[in-house]
Structure formats: structure tokens, C-alpha cells
């Protein structure tokens, strides 16, 4: 059982280049999420996904896409990145729309753009 | 929406030695508050949890505390080992909706 597993673990992106961070959870889990975490500000949700076909936009969403075609698969996109997207990018699922059980989370994802 | 504010950012102790740490909320209809902690290089994973209709809850040597009336509520550990140094991040949200709102982090640092 590997739970939430986030590829690449690190990745280095040019201004303007696009790239797709990946998510996939074994787990069956309905709810997935992307957050971004930066120093001293915390984990910051991006986008969120109650299920497939589902998406909705959290507290910071702008320069992100998402889509969910299927229930395991949940990728982010960065269609220009830009130098303020570097951050280390965590993916979560739960089994629980209402979050009463709490995220498993991914390792992480460490982007930088120069 | 809702915002999570959570002190302090450092923290150190001495082995064996109590450390708490504090996180006000600001929607009153929030009604669910986790806790997560962050070993360097890993993602957060869950320690405890509590839900608004329960005052306190323990798990051998970790607690949370939550007082609705002031939204605020607490992480304490209680005899430190250099093992619970990591960070700490303190979440609410409110019960059936699909936002969890993480504060900014507390690291913890236990010195043997």
C-alpha cells in the first residue's frame, strides 16, 4: 500500500516553462488536495477535489490548473511558471469529504523557477 | 473564510520538559482541529485531532485543548523527547466542507 505518491520530488523550471506535478493515491480516498508550502507561511491550499470530475479553487489558485479524470490520479499544472511558484508542493487525500479522519500526505515536490 | 494564526513560531525545551503550543481561529462555526507534524524532508502526518462538541482529548504523552468560546486551542506535549523535535502545524475546518485552513507553523526544538 503506498498511499500518496508525488513525482517528481524535485524539479527546477525556467520562467515560462510549463510542467505537470503528479499525484496518485491507492487508497480510494474521494477528497484530494494540492497545497503549497512556504517559509514562514504555512501549507496553503491551491485546488481541491471532492471526487471525479470535481474541482474547486482553495486560497491560492492563481497560475494553477487541476483536473480529476479518474479517483487515484490528481495532477497539478503550471502552464507559465513564474519565480514566486517556487515552494515545495504537497499532495493529501481523505477518505472523508468531511475531513473527519484527516489527510495522508505525499512527500513533497520541491520546485524551483529561476 | 477562515484564518488560523498559531504561536509561537520556535519553540525550544529541554528533554523532558512540556511544550505547548497556541492556535486561534477566526470563523466560530469551525469545528474541526487537527494537528500535524513535519519531520524534515517528509510530508505532515496527522498526531491528533478534536472535534467542538469535546473540551480535551489525550493521546499518551500528546493533548489538545479547545476552548470554543475564545477559538483557541492548544498542542501539548508533555515529557519532551529529542524524537518530537519536528514542525508543528495546528488546522481547522468546518465540519462537511472541504477546506482545511493550516496556521503557519510551530518548530519545535528538544534538546537532550
Known amino acids: 500500500n503506498a498511499g500518496v505518491t508525488q513525482t517528481p520530488k524535485f524539479q527546477v523550471l525556467k520562467t515560462g516553462q510549463s510542467m505537470t506535478l503528479q499525484c496518485a493515491q491507492d487508497?480510494?480516498?474521494?477528497?484530494m488536495s494540492w497545497y503549497r508550502q512556504d517559509p514562514g507561511m504555512g501549507l496553503r491550499l491551491i485546488h481541491y477535489s471532492v471526487g471525479a470530475g470535481i474541482t474547486d479553487q482553495g486560497e491560492v489558485p492563481n497560475g494553477y490548473n487541476v483536473s480529476r479524470s479518474t479517483t487515484e490520479d490528481f495532477p497539478l499544472r503550471l502552464l507559465s511558471a513564474a519565480p514566486s511558484q517556487t515552494s515545495v508542493y504537497f499532495c493529501?487525500?481523505?477518505?472523508?469529504?468531511?475531513?473527519?479522519?484527516?489527510?495522508?500526505f505525499g512527500s513533497g515536490t520541491r520546485l524551483t523557477v529561476v | 473564510g477562515e484564518n488560523v494564526e498559531q504561536h509561537p513560531s520556535t519553540l525550544s525545551v529541554q528533554e523532558g520538559d512540556s511544550a505547548v503550543i497556541k492556535c486561534t481561529y477566526s470563523d466560530s462555526a469551525s469545528n474541526y482541529f487537527p494537528w500535524y507534524k513535519q519531520e524534515l524532508g517528509k510530508g505532515p502526518q496527522l498526531i491528533i485531532d478534536i472535534r467542538s462538541n469535546v473540551g480535551e482529548k489525550k493521546d499518551q504523552r500528546i493533548a489538545v485543548t479547545l476552548n470554543k468560546t475564545a477559538k483557541h486551542f492548544s498542542l501539548h506535549i508533555t515529557e519532551t523527547q529529542p524524537e518530537d523535535s519536528a514542525v508543528y502545524f495546528c488546522a481547522a475546518s468546518l465540519y462537511n466542507t472541504d477546506k482545511l485552513i493550516f496556521g503557519t507553523g510551530t518548530r519545535l526544538q528538544v534538546f537532550p
Open positions: 493529501a487525500s481523505s477518505s472523508d469529504r468531511a475531513l473527519n479522519y484527516g489527510y495522508t
Open positions: 487508497m480510494n480516498h474521494e477528497y
